[in-house]
């Protein structure tokens, strides 16, 4: 019954910013862990960053300083904000959640429920 649905996705231009959002529904109240994963064609999928229900935060090295995650818990959706974007990232990004805390955040396997998907793409 847990749904997960991104949006926000485009294409921005280089140095711009772009913030994403994953609205859920049907998700169990307490604890929980929420992260965005991205992946390119032909390339591993990787955690982008993550946050639990405690507000413990983790992010990939490469967006550290740029993107910044974030939740509203009466809204139950969590967000991605991306600034001084490069064509690097330009990726298919994935919003993934799952029950209970988390050892690593950043782990695709550690998650259950999945998103469709929302493409960024960054042009110079």
């Known amino acids: 019954q847990v749904e997960l649905v991104e949006s926000g996705g485009g294409s921005v231009q280089s140095g711009g910013s772009l913030r994403l959002s994953c609205a859920a529904s049907?998700?169990?109240?307490?604890?929980?862990?929420m992260a965005w994963f991205r992946q390119a064609p032909g390339k591993e999928r990787e955690g982008v960053a993550g946050?639990?229900?405690?507000?413990?935060?983790s992010y990939l090295d490469s967006v550290k300083g740029r993107f910044t995650i974030s939740q509203d818990d009466a809204k139950k959706t969590v967000y991605l904000e991306m600034n001084g974007v490069d064509p690097e990232d330009t990726a298919m990004y994935y919003c993934?959640?799952?029950?209970?805390?988390?050892?690593?955040?950043?782990?695709?396997?550690?998650?259950?429920?999945w998103g469709q998907g929302t493409q960024v793409t960054v042009a110079s």
């Open positions: 993934a959640a799952e029950t209970g805390l988390l050892w690593s955040l950043l782990v695709p396997e550690n998650y259950k429920y």
């Open positions: 049907g998700f169990p109240y307490g604890s929980h862990c």
């Open positions: 946050i639990d229900s405690d507000g413990r935060t």
